[in-house]
């Protein structure tokens, strides 16, 4: 029988021969069954590799693949999950001993223990790929039903704005109207579009530090943001104290503005209010809890239908009903969303109680969150701002924009809502270095923007004058609303795609660059197009819709350009070190706090 001989690079058993697979050969006189040490290393590979196929798991270890490679036994499978140490150690020594009857049948016992599993190596890989095609599609419709949780929750909660609007304009004059209008612009712009920043960053950063399964960090967190909207309550309520004089600045509708400030005042409280709501929402978010949220937003619908009908048709309030209207409606989402989040048992396992730790390391928390939430907070405020912008125009121009721009913000609570989702989903994977499935869950949430923009865009197209119809009875401004309806069309599109690549530049770290490049685009591009274009060249509303399409175009293409380029591998790795920097950091200042107490308490003693 022919024999294979094989040069084992090993001091302790050089030139073995392999003949084990045969056993029929034991008659023959020199035919010794022995060990073939370099092919047992080819075949521990593929049982180092079966161990670790997992797909829910990184691939950890990094095993040599070489078929003769110049490591030791005990090198080899230092890490082997099949054996133990002492099948290791015995397997070591009887390569030393000399070949009798009872060593080979103990080698053979171990090498047929190994063929057993390299038999079921390929059933084993089949089965791993079924399981990553039930996890792909598995993981596709958890994204998707939170996607569509979380948009149902941004469209309920922006839809009471859209109540109040209608049955102002149902029930008050133009005037009121207007000023209505200005209020709400202003109290939006500074007051829930700072808090909604501002969370959003702490959102990202709780994501980050819920996929590397840190929770006290989450909840740390928590209390920093609940911390800093505290003081951030204090500008944003002498704006709202002084905003007539504000307003004046650049409205030359004195009565409008004195109306406004009315309304800015009076929602003071619902604002401080809102503080709290954004903070739990962002919590839940990071955790990827949300149809609790749809649930809270559902209820104070309802709720806000009513207390319009009572405050501002029924009792004829006007601007007063209205601004009691909004501070009714965030206490109870606050309310019921704190409710909710108390019979979510699992979700308490992020809280933590207040401590001083809350007021350490401000600074870095800042230098995070203030670059992330800059980019929300400004889409915000240059959304509101480009109202403002329009408010010189006449007054069916200006109410025009004021009914497109409602509706615009109630269509593109969708978006949002996908985008907040998937930036969590993104961020739980980056905070895990996942990197794989952190690009898995930015296809997916491409496929679900799609899908969206098929399925809504033609209703929008053919149903416009009826979409007219139902914010005004007036011809002039249905004829103006109309005159830029498919800019809006154009502006809503590319808005969507904006929102999943300003939601993925988050995720990964690149909030720095997607901040500059939305102040550049909107800010600068933006504000100066609609400028330019509506008092300048005379195209009035059309001017200012043009101008917000040129900013949004120009913000893809910038993203684009940098999502093409950086690497999203040493982002994970970044973003793995920020989690490791603020725990150590922690760590090291409890350290020290407990020895201050020591020595205050040895100084005393």
Known sequence: MSKNIVSINSNKAPNIQHSYLNSSSNNESDDKPVHNEANFYKKSQSVEHLRFSSPTKKMRSQTNKSFGAKKSFQEVYSTSRMFGRNTIQKYQSLLDQPQTES????????????????????????????????????????????????????????????????????????????????????????????????????????????????????????????????????????????????????????????????????????????????????????????????YTASINLATVVLYSYIFIQYLEMGIKGAALVFVLSESTCLTLLSIFTFFKKHLHKCFISLSKEMFKNLADYLKVAVPIGSIVAAEWMIFELTAIISSNLNDNQYEAHLVLSNFSAMCFQFQIGYSTATATFISNEMGNQNVKNALKYTKYALYIILGHLLIVILPLIFLRSYIADMFTSSQEIKDSLLSVYFIFIGCFSLESFSSIASAYMRAIAQENYTSICFFLCYGGFGLVSSYLLAYQADLGLKGIWLGMLISVGSYIILLAIQIFRVDINEMAKIIAERVEEDEEQEQQENQNDQLAIKNTETEDS
């Open 103 to 294: 060593r080979t049948g103990t080698l053979q016992n171990i090498e047929r223990g190994l063929l057993v599993e390299e038999d079921q190596y390929e059933d084993n890989q089949d089965q791993d790929k079924e399981i990553v095609e039930i996890n792909m599609e598995a993981n596709f419709k958890w994204l998707l039903k939170s996607c569509i949780e979380e948009a149902l929750s941004f469209a309920l909660e922006w839809a009471p704005s859209t109540i109040i609007l209608y049955f102002i304009t149902q029930n008050n004059d133009e005037i009121t109207v207007k000023g209505f209008g200005i209020g709400a612009v202003w109290s939006n712009c500074i007051g829930q579009g700072l808090y909604y920043g501002l969370c959003s960053g702490f959102e990202t950063m709780a994501s980050h530090a819920n996929g590397n399964k840190n929770y006290q960090l989450v909840g740390l967190l928590l209390n920093k943001t609940v911390f800093i909207s505290m003081i951030l309550f204090i500008p944003i309520m002498l704006a709202m104290l002084f905003s007539e004089y504000i307003l004046n600045v650049y409205n030359t509708d004195e009565q409008a503005c004195n109306i406004a400030s009315q309304y800015c005042q009076l929602v003071i409280p619902g604002l401080f209010i809102a503080s709290f709501y954004y903070a739990l929402k962002a919590f839940l978010n990071a955790q990827n809890e949300y149809r609790i949220q749809v």
